[in-house]
């Protein structure tokens, strides 16, 4: 059989895993990235890998983290050990997958914009192509569903601040508003290699009707207003945010172009991380086209991330019904700090903790053991 070529767009955590894994398993890959590789990442650096499918990242990591901190109105301390989850440097994770893809064969072309016009021109080229251009993706805009990114995506603004944050140390820190709006956080990055200390301080509102009032440039005073808060003082050394597509698509073929990671919409509806579920389909989409395609890849795609998505779906559900106060000694019990808990919320809320207890029990597997 001649060998298959494919056009993967966009490098990203979703385009270098297909560039690497269809290298791997012997297909003709070309990955066209606009930029170069690793420059202009929107994201705070936190690689957690839900599903138990990556490991330890093998290139840019910065450490792996111990504790979280999460506050509603009282803080707590949660013990991260046993989950996977790391602080990276995505630019230096990339540029080292870019490598790894090179070596197995692949081609890795930087600055090269894909338009609507040339990707129907790569569509007659390539028996293949795969979309990871993240949003809006140029997938979208050929076939009219850019504004899906828009209304279920979730709103960020952040800020890069260099400064000490010994205070917080190896902590990332998570603040959670009620009603499923959304949260800020502060994920401190340590000192890379010439000494600079950074921390990548962000917010971020869901796609739900509360969140959608706090739009513009509302965010960046929050986020200004958070800076405040929590007396970061320090040079603000880059200014990003963009949207975190929290709703998968149902459709991810359209013609030979597959979409997968936040083209497909795949970053997750409880917090909007999307590194892992990015390269997981990334690789799926370069195997699906490598195999006999037995199935259609949406049902492929979605077989690999329903359950994870059910959970979070449903504890999405329950968090949009919380209050501060009640969603203050949720994050209590997530914390297992059981004292800071009355017998009496108990009582109140007892039918609530029994209608979720399958959740909360598929929630906490799925985060010690990627079990979901
Ligand atoms: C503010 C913010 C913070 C976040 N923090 C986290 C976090 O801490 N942890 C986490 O897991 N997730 C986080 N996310 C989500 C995460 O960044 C994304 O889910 C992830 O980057 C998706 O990877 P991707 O490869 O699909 O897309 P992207 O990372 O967006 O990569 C797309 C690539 O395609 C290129 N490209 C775009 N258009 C074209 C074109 N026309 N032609 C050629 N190339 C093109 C881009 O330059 C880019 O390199 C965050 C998101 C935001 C907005």
Redesign the pocket.
Known sequence: MPQQRICV?????????AALEGARLGLKVDL????R?G??????????DSLRLLGKPRAGLRFKVQEAVLKVQREYKVDCRKIDLWMID?SEW?RSLADQAWEAGARILEN????VDT?RDLQREYDWIID????P??TSLLYGFRDYYRRYG?V???YVVEGDFSKLGERLKFVLFPYYAGYY?I?PKGRDATGRETA?V?I?YFPSKRGREKRGDILWEELNNVLEREKIEGKIIRR??????VKLREQLRYGNILL?????G???PL?????????V??QLAARWIASSREYDFSHEVWRLLRRKLEVEERLCRLWERLDADTLDHFAGLIARDYRSIGIGWFATHIRMLLGNLGTGIRFRSGLLKGKW
């Open positions: 767009i966009g490098g990203g955590p979703a385009g270098l895993a066209l990235e606009r930029n590789i420059a202009n990442i929107r994201c705070a650096e936190g690689f957690y995505r990339q090269m914009r894909v338009t990707l990871s251009s993240g949003v993706s140029v979730a960020t603004a952040q956080w994920f990548n962000g971020g990003l945010g963009g949207l975190a597509p997968v990671g936040d083209a497909a795949c970053a997750s917090h909007g991380g999307g590194i892992d579920t990015a390269y389909t990334g």
